[in-house]
């Protein structure tokens, strides 16, 4: 199965993850480490212009990122709480 992912990461390109996430509105974990590991590999000037909308769009909100939505925030009452002495 990770070789299947490999195998798929390598056929993609920026653009494409950049398109899947702008369609759907969230940047999931799988396109983040995609993303990664594209980035760090030759690409094109046109993939770099994907990547910088796909950050406009995430700094606007219009996409999500999976990887935030599930850590906890440090505006979390929970950890607000853990954090506070008397």
Known sequence: MLALFFVLVLLMC???VVTQALTT????LEAEE???ILLS??????DLQAFMALQSAAMIGQVEQESR???PSSRSPRLAT???RP
């Open 41 to 46: 590999r030759k690409y094109e000037y046109d």
């Open 34 to 36: 995609q993303l990664r």
């Open 25 to 28: 509105g969230l940047l999931t």
């Open 82 to 84: 853990y954090c506070h």
């Open 14 to 16: 920026i653009r494409d």
């Open 69 to 71: 939505l599930n850590a």
